[in-house]
C-alpha cells in the first residue's frame, strides 16, 4: 500500500507541476483537497485499515459519511424540516422519470419551460405519467435566449424548469419571476446547484446530477419538500417512491458509497470557503472576466442574449469558424482540457463550476487575447 506521502506528491505533480485548466462540463473539476481526501480514503479510510470502498453500507461509518453530507446540503441551502435532501441513484435522467412518477397524475398537467435538449428529455418523461403543458419556449432563438414571458395554468401540478442550460450556456437570472407562479416549483439543477446564493426553500423539488457542482458522478441530490409527497393515485414502485428513501435516510438499498463520500468531502469544502454566497462571488468574478474579454476581442462572439449568459458554462465562437482547430490545438498545448463546444452549439464552451479557480479563467482570457493578437 503507498504511504500517505506518495499520495500527496502525485496531487501535488497533477495540480501544480503540470498546470492543468479543466473547463469540462461535466464529470468535471472538483477541489484539490477533496482529490487528496478521497485518494487517502480508497486506501485507508479514517486508519481502520479499510478502503471507503469495502466499507459496509449499514456500518456507523459509512452513516455518518450519509448523515454528514446530508446535514451540509441543508445547511449550505438554508433549509428548514420540511424539506429533506437525499442521494439517489442515476443520474438527472433519472429524475426526468421520477419527478412525474410521484407527482402527476395521468389526469393532471404539468408545466414545463422548454430551454433545450435538458428541458425536453425532462418533458418527453413527464409525459409518460401525465399531461405537459408547454408554457414557453426558446426554440425560436435556437435556445440562445431564454423566453420572456410564460404562463401558466393554476391547476398545474407543479411547474419545472432548467435553471442552467449546461449545452447553450444559458441560466435564468431571476429565478423569483418563477415564485408566484402559484404552483409547485420543481428544478433540475444539475448544472448550476450551489453555485450563487438564492432562496432553495421556494422549490419543491430540486434534483443533481452530483457530477459538477456536488462530487463525482453516479449520484443526485435530490431536495424535496415531504409535503408535495401522497397525492397521487399511481402506485410507485418501491425504489422510485420519493417516500420510502426519506424513511430510509437516503439508505434504502446499497447508495454509490464512493460518490456519496465524495460529495460529502465537496460539500465540507464548499462550507470551507464560506459557503454559497462566497463560491457566488468567486463564481462572479470568473464569469466577469471571462464575458469582459470575449466582449473586448472582435475576432470572437458569443452567440447567447447577453442577459441570459450562465456563469456556469460560458458558450462562444471564433469569426472565421476555420480557425477553430487552432484555437482548440493552442488550448491543448497549454494545458485547457474541455474547451470544444457541445456538438449541438459547436464552436468553444468552457465550463467554470464552483471548483474552478479564478486562475484557471486568467489563463484562458490570456491566451485568448494572445490569439487574437497574434492574428492582428
Ligand atoms: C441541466 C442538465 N440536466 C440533466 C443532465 C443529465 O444528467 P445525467 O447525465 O446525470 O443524467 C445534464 C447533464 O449534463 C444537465 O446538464
Request: proline share 3%; with cysteine; net charge neutral.
Amino acid at each position: 500500500m503507498s504511504n500517505k506521502k506518495e499520495i500527496e506528491v502525485s496531487a501535488f505533480i497533477r495540480r501544480a507541476g503540470t498546470v492543468i485548466h479543466n473547463f469540462n462540463a461535466g464529470p468535471s473539476i472538483l477541489p484539490k483537497e477533496v482529490f487528496e481526501e478521497a485518494s487517502r480514503a480508497i486506501l485507508d479510510f479514517k486508519n481502520t485499515g479499510l478502503s471507503i470502498l469495502e466499507i459496509g453500507h449499514r456500518t456507523s461509518l459509512f452513516q455518518e459519511v450519509m448523515d454528514e453530507a446530508r446535514s451540509l446540503a441543508k445547511e449550505l441551502m438554508n433549509l428548514n424540516e420540511d424539506h429533506e435532501v437525499l442521494f439517489l441513484h442515476g443520474g438527472a435522467t433519472t429524475q426526468f422519470m421520477q419527478v412525474p412518477m410521484n407527482l402527476l397524475d395521468e389526469n393532471e398537467i404539468a408545466a414545463y419551460t422548454d430551454t433545450g435538449v435538458w428541458a425536453s428529455k425532462a418533458m418527453k418523461e413527464a409525459k409518460l405519467f401525465g399531461h405537459v403543458d408547454i408554457v414557453c419556449s426558446g426554440k425560436d432563438s435556437g435556445y440562445r435566449a431564454l423566453p420572456k414571458n410564460f404562463n401558466v395554468t393554476p391547476t398545474s401540478k407543479y411547474l419545472h424548469i432548467t435553471t442552467n442550460n449546461t449545452i447553450y450556456g444559458t441560466q435564468w437570472q431571476d429565478l423569483s419571476v418563477f415564485y408566484n407562479a402559484g404552483v409547485s416549483l420543481v428544478a433540475d439543477m444539475s448544472s448550476d446547484i450551489l453555485s450563487r446564493d438564492i432562496d432553495f426553500s421556494k422549490f419543491d423539488l430540486i434534483y443533481a446530477g452530483a457530477q459538477k457542482n456536488v462530487g463525482a458522478a453516479g449520484v443526485n441530490l435530490v431536495v424535496v419538500n415531504k409535503k408535495i409527497l401522497g397525492k397521487i393515485r399511481r402506485v410507485i414502485p418501491t425504489i422510485m417512491d420519493y417516500r420510502n428513501h426519506i424513511e430510509a435516510g437516503s439508505l434504502l438499498n446499497t447508495p454509490p458509497v464512493f460518490a456519496v463520500y465524495v460529495c460529502m468531502l465537496t460539500l465540507r469544502w464548499l462550507k470551507k470557503q464560506g459557503g454559497v454566497p462566497a463560491m457566488e462571488s468567486v463564481n462572479n468574478a470568473k464569469a466577469k472576466l471571462f464575458y469582459d474579454t470575449l466582449d473586448n476581442l472582435p475576432i470572437f462572439k458569443g452567440p447567447v442574449a447577453k442577459e441570459d449568459r450562465s456563469r456556469m458554462n460560458a458558450v462562444f465562437m471564433i469569426e472565421d469558424a476555420g480557425l477553430e482547430k487552432e484555437f482548440l490545438d493552442l488550448c491543448k498545448n497549454e494545458g485547457m482540457i474541455g474547451v470544444k463546444g457541445h456538438r449541438l452549439s459547436g464552436g468553444f464552451r468552457v465550463s467554470m463550476y464552483n471548483a474552478l479557480p479564478l486562475e484557471s479563467v486568467n489563463a484562458l482570457t490570456d491566451l485568448m487575447k494572445y490569439f487574437a493578437n497574434k492574428l492582428g
